[in-house]
C-alpha cells in the first residue's frame, strides 16, 4: 500500500513536511476507492471518520435546500482532502460529497492522521489549510449574499486569474469544471451565467477561446465588474 503514498499524500501540504517512515506507516493504513461520476461518496448527514484525500478527478461538496435548489460549496481536485475536521471531533457532513467525474479516492482512518500530527510542522500545515478553508467559505457567503451574478462571475475569473497563464494578449484561464456545474457554484442557472460571459466578451473584457478556456484582455475592466 505504501507505494500509493505519492499519488494520493505527496501533493497534500499537511504531509509533505513527513519523513519517509511516517510516509510508511500511512500507507499500511492507507485504502483505495474509485468513484464513477455522480456517484455519491458521503451521503449527507454521515458522520466522517475518515480523511479522504483525492488521487484524480473532483469531488464536489453540494448542499441541497427544501426545495430542491442545489448549491456546490466546495470542490477539491487532486492533492487536496476532505474529513480533517473529524480527527478533532464527530463530524457529520451538512451535503452530500459527490464524484464530479471518476475520481479515484486514498481513505486514511482517523488514527492514523491523528498518530501523524503529533509531529508539531504536520500539525501546524494542517491548521493553515484549516485556516485557508475558513476563509474561502466566508468569501462564498459574502458573494453569494451580497454580490450579483455578474460581481460573482467576474470575482471568480479574477481568482483563477491568479493561476492562469500570461501572454501578450493578457491572462488565460482554464476553467476547472463544466460551465454547468460553474454555474451551481455560483449559484445561478448556465443560461443566465452564459449571457453574462457573452456581456464581458461584448465589453471586451474577456474572450471565450473555446471549450473552457477563457482569455481576459482587460483585468482592470474585470476588477471593476467585480465592484459594481
Not at 475558513?134 to 450579483?148: F, P, T, V
Request: glycine content about 10%; proline content about 5%.
Amino acid at each position: 500500500m505504501s507505494g500509493h503514498i505519492p499519488s494520493c499524500a505527496a501533493g497534500v501540504p499537511v504531509f509533505k513536511v513527513l519523513s519517509p517512515e511516517e510516509l510508511a506507516r500511512l500507507g499500511k493504513e492507507m485504502s483505495h476507492r474509485l468513484f464513477k461520476k455522480g456517484q455519491v461518496v458521503v451521503p449527507a448527514g454521515s458522520v466522517l471518520d475518515c480523511l479522504y484525500v483525492v488521487s484524480r478527478g473532483r469531488l464536489n461538496v453540494v448542499h441541497t435546500s427544501a426545495g430542491g435548489r442545489e448549491q456546490i460549496v466546495r470542490t477539491l481536485g487532486p492533492g487536496e482532502f476532505l474529513g480533517e475536521m473529524a480527527l478533532f471531533y464527530e463530524s457529520v457532513m451538512e451535503g452530500d460529497v459527490v464524484a464530479a467525474e471518476e475520481t479515484e479516492t486514498c481513505v486514511l482512518p482517523r488514527n492514523a492522521v491523528s498518530e501523524i500530527l503529533r509531529n508539531p510542522e504536520a500539525a501546524l500545515r494542517l491548521v493553515e489549510e484549516m485556516a485557508k478553508r475558513l476563509s474561502a467559505a466566508e468569501q462564498l457567503i459574502a458573494d453569494l449574499g451580497l454580490r450579483e451574478v455578474g460581481q460573482r462571475l467576474a470575482a471568480e475569473l479574477l481568482r483563477l486569474a491568479t493561476s492562469g497563464k500570461k501572454t501578450p494578449e493578457g491572462i488565460v484561464v482554464t476553467i476547472p469544471a463544466p460551465w454547468a456545474e460553474m454555474a451551481v457554484r455560483l449559484g445561478t442557472t448556465p443560461e443566465t451565467l452564459s449571457r453574462r460571459l457573452g456581456s464581458l466578451a461584448d465589453q471586451g473584457v474577456i474572450r471565450q477561446t473555446g471549450g473552457r478556456t477563457v482569455l481576459i484582455l482587460d483585468t482592470e475592466r474585470l476588477e471593476e465588474a467585480a465592484r459594481q
